[in-house]
T-cell receptor, first 109, second 112 residues
């Protein structure tokens, strides 16, 4: 399967702590993206990292990509209650995106 | 731009009825995707179009499902006849090649 797999499936942390989620995939990719989904809403794009990039930042988000290990990580620093959501990695193959099952993040106040 | 627009937001129908979901992608985007999300199976790609042409429909579960994109600004996903196991949230997304996808708010379908 081309599908990425996020790890852990669920994560619960205190506000202010950092949250790290991982994504592993199986085949070569063009890019890898992270999305957030709040309950009952559509997915929102967070960040895209291309296969020739190793690290990318956007505000409190930091994404790394290791193509040799076929893995990526998403770090959210100084988490807030509003970060509570499901986070998905999507591996890009040409024009297609394949989503993993997601990590459910709960940030406790 | 208003983003990807899906209609209806909610649909409740009886088993055996035809259901049509609609999507208006972001203007200028040349790729359009239909996804289905359930608790059991997560987010599944059903079909995607590039420049209005279906590229990969291998995710369409059965012949009861069909999708069309008659022009760059409109797509439909039809289920005929509908079954209770089709109950899910259906998302439409659009993108410009090889960039991020923008998702609509989804259509929550309940088949009773």
């Amino acid at each position: 399967s081309q599908q990425g797999e996020e790890d852990p499936q669920a994560l619960s942390i205190q506000e202010g702590e950092n949250a790290t989620m991982n994504c592993s995939y199986k085949t070569s990719i063009n890019n890898l993206q992270w999305y957030r989904q709040n309950s009952g809403r559509g997915l929102v794009h967070l960040i895209l990292i291309r296969s020739n990039e190793r690290e990318k930042h956007s505000g409190r988000l930091r994404v790394t990509l290791d193509t040799s290990k076929k893995s990526s990580s998403l770090l959210i620093t100084a988490s807030r209650a509003a970060d509570t959501a499901s986070y998905f990695c999507a591996t890009g193959y040409g024009q297609n995106f394949v989503f993993g099952p997601g990590t459910r993040l709960s940030v406790l106040p | 731009d208003a983003g990807v627009i899906q209609s209806p937001r909610h649909e409740v129908t009886e088993m055996g009825q035809e259901v049509t979901l609609r999507c208006k992608p972001i203007s200028g985007h040349n790729s359009l995707f239909w996804y289905r999300q359930t608790m059991m199976r997560g987010l599944e790609l059903l079909i995607y179009f590039n420049n209005n042409v279906p590229i990969d429909d291998s995710g369409m579960p059965e012949d009861r499902f069909s999708a069309k994109m008659p022009n760059a600004s409109f797509s439909t996903l039809k289920i005929q006849p509908s079954e209770p196991r089709d109950s899910a949230v259906y998302f439409c997304a659009s993108s410009i090649r090889d960039t991020e996808a923008f998702f609509g708010q989804g259509t929550r379908l309940t088949v009773v």
